[in-house]
């Protein structure tokens, strides 16, 4: 059979249902494929006991069960903070990071191969965009993953490379699956989804069974500013994206969480304070700021060539004000910096150790 095998990692309980149905299999096998594959996590039709000698060979004869190929991990003396580089079947490299918090170990994943938004403070910006990643390799982070590491995953936040609500239904079927009891169970209150803002994607999102967090880089209040630092809001400007986040918690009393990385001089003086307190009184929220993590060794050009983080004293004295104001906030501390930690930052580095091996 000349035919390409079909991979059952990466499909939800609908379609492995459907793919039973073709196969003239009872639905129930459906369930149990998929307890098999996200549960108990096995490799083969063979460890798939409860399935009938002829279905495994059958299986075996028109199905796979993938894997990434794992190329990197780097670990962090300091916090214990591991990044992975995955290879993907077309070459492309992705990231993973697993965070450890006292309670927590969070996985942040990628949902593309690299991104197409061009942030300028963004290591992954700098790689371009190749293509959205399927299921199956959204899926497979937390699986490989989870394989390094003695502590089960507890939490996920969708902030690696790439923007999740241009992959929206990839990442809804991920999600879909990591959050069934039959499947991952994380609960969706571990969930968090991050996006630059694609406003009818966060309408939509409000209206999805799905009743995990939502994230909104935000880095700016103002739209100029943000413009220049984050392209993508010329696109779809911070008034559309306010509206729809406004929409989104009146729909879902959910919680917004802001992320604001501190830039020096562009984003973290008393306007920009005073920017944040007004938001944050439309939004019931949280915001959490973020030191910058350099990404001078991508060579970034123009705008993210010249930009620096906020003093530590000036950071400190910015989140005070917030605080005064009776804002919600959290200081996310740059873990893995030393390992390039943020965002798109490992992979790139390993595509320049390929580029210029190849030179
Ligand atoms: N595209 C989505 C998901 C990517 S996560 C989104 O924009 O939300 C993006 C987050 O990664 C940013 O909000 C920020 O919290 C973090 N990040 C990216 N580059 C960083 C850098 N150089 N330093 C610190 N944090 C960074």
Not at 105 to 131: I, N
Not at 213 to 225: G, P, Q, R, V
């Amino acid at each position: 059979m000349t035919e390409k095998k079909i991979n059952l990692k990466g499909k939800t309980l609908e379609e492995l249902q459907e793919f039973f149905e073709l196969i003239n299999e009872d639905k129930y096998r459906a369930t149990q494929v998929f307890q098999w594959l996200y549960q108990k996590r096995v490799d083969s039709f063979d460890e798939m006991t409860n399935l009938s000698k002829s279905l495994r060979s059958q299986l075996k004869q028109i199905a796979t069960i993938e894997s990434l190929e794992l190329v990197e991990i780097q670990s962090s003396p300091k916090t214990d903070t591991r990044k992975f580089v995955f290879k993907c079947e077309d070459g492309s490299l992705i990231e993973s990071v697993l965070i450890p918090d006292q309670d927590r170990l969070t996985l942040c994943l990628s949902t593309q191969v690299g991104c197409p938004l061009d942030c300028q403070f963004c290591a992954t910006g700098q790689m371009g965009y190749k293509r959205n990643l399927t299921v199956f390799e959204i899926i497979d982070q937390f699986i490989q993953t989870s394989k390094h590491s003695e502590r089960p995953i507890t939490n996920i936040v969708y902030m690696g490379m790439g923007e999740p609500f241009l992959n929206y239904e990839n990442t809804l079927k991920s999600l879909s699956i990591f959050s069934s009891d039959l499947a991952f169970d994380i609960s969706a209150k571990k969930i968090t989804v991050s996006t630059a803002g694609i406003p009818d994607k966060i309408i939509d999102f409000a209206h999805q069974p799905f009743k995990g967090k939502l994230a909104f880089s935000l880095h700016s209040t103002d739209e100029e500013i943000r413009s220049l630092i984050m392209p993508i809001n010329k696109k779809y400007s911070l008034k559309q994206n306010i509206d729809a986040l406004e929409y989104f918690y009146k729909q879902t009393r959910r919680r917004i969480t802001f992320e604001y990385i501190l830039l020096k001089g562009i984003n973290d003086s008393d306007k920009d304070v005073h920017g944040l307190v007004k938001l944050s009184k439309r939004i019931p929220s949280k915001i959490n700021i973020i030191p910058f993590n350099s990404i001078a060794h991508t060579n970034p050009k123009g705008l993210g060539a010249e930009l620096e983080p906020t003093s530590p004293e000036e950071f400190d004295a910015f989140v005070e004000k917030l605080r005064r104001n009776n804002l919600t906030v959290f200081v996310r501390n740059t873990k893995g910096s030393d390992i390039a930690g943020a965002c798109g930052q490992l992979a790139t580095k390993i595509l320049r150790k390929s580029k210029s091996v190849k030179i």
